[in-house]
């Protein structure tokens, strides 16, 4: 069974860092395309950014040179790396995995994680 959970979130002033985590079990993160979402109040889940197993990325135009995702294969975990964050980068942050398509349209991912929040303040 799938499972992903997300760690890291927090409360931030604006121009700071965030490092987020995901610890995934139930496969291996080198078999499936995985990728970080967010979701503000009264919005559907956008995309951040997304790595297959051949190690691409794809981002939003509005984290890219902000962001990076990445992998440890042997620990299971995928990454977001958040720098000079922005208020309006405040929201509920997911991971998901998924083997089909890879990229950043939230439909495309079968499986979640349960979100952390992050609050990036003035």
């Known amino acids: 069974q799938v499972q992903l959970v997300e760690s890291g979130g927090g409360s931030v002033q604006t121009g700071g860092s965030l490092r987020l985590s995901c610890a995934a079990s139930g496969y291996t993160t080198n078999d499936y395309c995985v990728g970080w979402f967010r979701q503000f109040p009264g919005k559907e889940r956008e995309g951040v950014a997304a790595i297959t197993v051949n190690g691409r990325t794809s981002y939003a135009d509005s984290v890219t040179g902000r962001f990076t995702i990445s992998q440890d294969n042997a620990k299971n975990t995928l990454y977001l790396q958040m720098d000079s964050l922005k208020f309006e980068d405040t929201a509920m942050y997911y991971c998901?995995?998924?083997?089909?398509?890879?990229?950043?349209?939230?439909?495309?991912?079968?499986?979640w994680g349960q979100g952390t929040q992050v609050t990036v303040s003035s």
């Open positions: 998901a995995a998924g083997r089909s398509f890879c990229g950043l349209l939230a439909f495309t991912f079968p499986y």
